[in-house]
């Protein structure tokens, strides 16, 4: 069997694959290079994408910018085109009126949510998170899962629901940390992060019932389940 490129949007950050080299990052790759390679490799044309499982809609959504191209303070904050954010907004409105709720998938956490979103790391990932949260707050069953910061799913916010003011939803939306298959973080006590000693490998399993959603955290690593939350649904499938 021949030798084939892999095709993700990270790629170039590795001078072979087991050789991260990120002290020249980008390492002459170009912006469009790292959309046309993700692309492929997602098999769609846009970052942001709706299927469904079992009837039940799963949205991703993502950055359309890196944005180290275009502002070298910033780096891979997430930044939504306006034509993702009314997507957003109508495939909410959509799935909303046929009663359903909907799992929205995203890698960076929004701030003041989940495990690790109040250190100073992960305040700023998203370029438009007030537009972002005020569509998201609107519905009370939209489920939000975010990576990225690999905090444990052992911490007691690992699931919250954020309540946005003016959307006229004083329940909020769920959101949830998805947490990490190999390498977790932790608090340090001084506005940072230390790596967490010893095997990390944690996961979801999320189950859609008639009248609520089941939440499970797993440590595969140990075989156990950590923990699980029902979310009662407000309209039932």
């Known amino acids: 069997m021949g030798h084939r490129e892999p095709r993700e ?17 980008p390492n002459g790759a170009t912006e469009d290079s790292l959309f046309r390679s993700f692309h492929r490799f997602a098999g769609r044309g846009t970052v942001y994408a709706e299927t ?42 959509h799935w909303s009126a046929r009663r359903k709720p909907v799992m929205v998938i995203t890698h960076h956490p929004l701030p003041n949510t989940v495990s690790g979103t109040r ?39 690992w699931y919250v ?3 946005v003011p003016g959307t006229a939803n004083l329940d909020g939306f769920s ?3 998805t947490g990490a298959v190999q390498t977790g973080f932790a608090d340090n006590g001084q506005g940072g992060e230390s790596t967490v000693p010893g095997v990390f490998n944690q996961g979801l ?32 499938i």
């Open 9 to 25: 949007f990270y790629v170039p950050k590795y001078a072979d694959p087991q050789t991260l080299s990120l002290a020249t990052w």
């Open 52 to 93: 469904t499982f079992g009837g039940i809609p799963v949205l991703t959504i993502g950055t359309e910018r890196y944005m180290h191209y275009h502002d070298p303070k910033l780096w891979d904050e997430v930044w939504l085109s306006e034509a993702q954010l009314r997507w957003l907004e109508q495939r909410l409105r």
């Open 119 to 157: 250190n100073k790391l992960y305040l700023s990932d998203y370029l438009q998170a007030d537009a972002l949260l005020g569509l998201l707050g609107r519905y009370r069953d939209v489920f939000l899962f975010s990576g990225h910061t690999h905090w444990d799913l052992a911490l007691s916010d």
């Open 161 to 163: 629901r954020r309540v």
């Open 175 to 177: 959101v949830i940390n």
């Open 205 to 236: 399993q999320v189950e859609v019932h008639r009248n609520q959603v089941v939440i499970k955290a797993r440590d595969f690593a140990a075989g156990a389940w950590l923990k699980q939350i029902s979310v009662p649904l407000a309209t039932t």
